[in-house]
Nanobody
Framework: QVQLVESGGGLVQPGGSLRLSCAAS?????????MGWYRQAPGKQRELVAS???????DYTDSVKGRFTISRDNDKNTVYLQMNSLKPEDTAVYYC?????????WGQGTQVTVSS
């Protein structure tokens, strides 16, 4: 089965950077149409932060444009979210999602806390 394992979260000061990784088991890019990063803060709804399609097109929610970058490494079956100029409002649990032809797959979530 497909497993998504997230890493890279932690505590960072405002203005700092983090890189999240989402590593998939198997040859996931053969069956995945798109991948995305979602986040959910306490008391708020889950939102789509960034996505990347099978063809490599990317999209971002307005609040992170210019600060976050989604990318992938096919050899490592890994998708990344580079987060720069972090703000306290970026604090949330971040989830990786892979959209397959029949099923969606979710990572376990990783906590990102931006605080001084």
């Amino acid at each position: 089965q497909v497993q998504l394992v997230e890493s890279g979260g932690g505590l960072v000061q405002p203005g700092g950077s983090l890189r999240l990784s989402c590593a998939a088991s198997g040859s996931i890019f053969r069956i995945i149409n798109a991948m995305g990063w979602y986040r959910q803060a306490p008391g708020k709804q889950r939102e789509l932060v960034a996505s990347i399609t099978r063809g490599g097109s990317t999209d971002y929610t307005d609040s992170v444009k210019g600060r976050f970058t989604i990318s992938r490494d096919n050899d490592k079956n890994t998708v990344y979210l580079q987060m720069n100029s972090l703000k306290p409002e970026d604090t949330a649990v971040y989830y990786c999602k892979a959209q397959g032809s029949r099923y969606d797959y979710w990572g376990q979530g990783t906590q990102v806390t931006v605080s001084s």
